[in-house]
């Protein structure tokens, strides 16, 4: 158990992200109501795990998941998906982008969350131990591309 981790939890039901910031209380658990404020939010204050929606309204989780790994900040977080879209493709897709795991919620089973954000953060290096020379910007701000959109001016059906 990490009780110094933070994680943070985008996802667009309110039930469903005040259900596993209750299951994942030993931690810092932060929420976002969507990928655009959850990518925002991320760059801020890096956390140690993000479990992310595949299905959102505005910055669904594959844009959302995208925007993440192209942030060096970012890049090397585990990210967990969450599902009601258990094809193939989706998973696929999600994988191809770089999602770390991912959990089907039909079916959905808490303690198995709980224990894959728990083998993450039992690998996870300690945030002192990180060079951040590499990282040439001098606040999360400047990694943002200035050319990002805000949720309020996403094309959903074109976002690549």
């Known amino acids: 158990m990490s009780p110094d981790a933070r994680i943070l939890v985008i996802d667009d039901d309110p039930l469903f992200r005040s259900l596993l910031a209750a299951s994942l209380d030993r931690h810092t658990v ?11 939010m991320a760059i801020a204050a890096v956390p140690d795990v993000m479990i992310l929606d595949l299905q959102m309204s505005g910055w669904d989780g594959l844009k959302t998941l ?12 585990p990210v967990i998906m969450l599902t009601s879209d258990g094809t193939r493709a989706q998973i696929v897709e999600a994988v191809r982008l770089g999602a770390s795991d991912y959990v089907l919620k039909p079916g959905f089973s808490i303690d198995e969350l709980v224990a894959k954000v728990e083998k993450y953060l039992a690998a996870r ?8 020379a590499t990282v040439s910007a ?4 400047e990694l943002v591309s200035s050319d990002v ?4 001016f996403v094309d959903d059906d074109n976002w690549e």
């Open 125 to 132: 290096v300690p945030a002192a131990a990180v060079n951040t």
């Open 30 to 40: 932060e929420t976002a109501a969507d990928g655009s404020e959850g990518y925002y």
């Open 138 to 141: 001098d606040s999360p701000a």
């Open 149 to 152: 959109p805000t949720a309020d």
């Open 66 to 77: 995208t925007m993440l790994r192209g942030n060096p900040l970012t890049a090397s977080v």
